[in-house]
């Protein structure tokens, strides 16, 4: 699975910033099979997970760091998902990985089988 994620930045404290990531090799139906994610390194530390959405769309889960300011959706006809993320701060400094896996949901959160190139978000204060 190639995934391709765009629309990174740098935004300022309090903005709004939208993440894409399309699996450019899948059909849409196969998409529909896979739960999506996203992770987040920022300098010096650990890919750490951000949140994630199951294959239908129906259930989704985010990281306490991220909960009511980031959104995850998914357009199945477009092999896309996205990551709408709004009050940023600067400590959501990071390149943001889009991750994705055919198997349980919790492994698309923990141990994703696929991750795509990473879409660099700074956020200055």
């Known amino acids: 699975v190639q995934l391709q994620a765009s629309g990174g930045g740098v935004v300022q404290a309090g903005d709004s910033l939208r993440l894409s990531c399309t699996a450019s090799?899948?059909?849409?139906?196969?998409?529909?099979?896979?739960?999506m994610g996203w992770f987040r390194q920022a300098p010096g530390t650990e890919r750490t997970f951000v949140g994630a959405?199951?294959?239908?769309?129906?259930?989704?889960s985010y990281a306490d760091s991220v909960k009511g300011r980031f959104t995850i959706s998914r357009d199945n006809a477009k092999n896309t998902v996205y990551l709408q993320m709004n009050s940023l701060r600067p400590d959501d400094t990071a390149v943001y990985y889009c991750?994705?896996?055919?198997?349980?949901?919790?492994?698309?959160?923990?141990?994703?089988?696929?991750w795509g190139q990473g879409t660099q978000v700074t956020v200055s204060s």
């Open positions: 090799d899948l059909s849409g139906r196969i998409f529909s099979r896979y739960h």
């Open positions: 959405i199951t294959n239908t769309g129906s259930s989704t």
């Open positions: 991750v994705s896996d055919a198997r349980r949901f919790e492994l698309v959160m923990s141990t994703p089988s696929f």
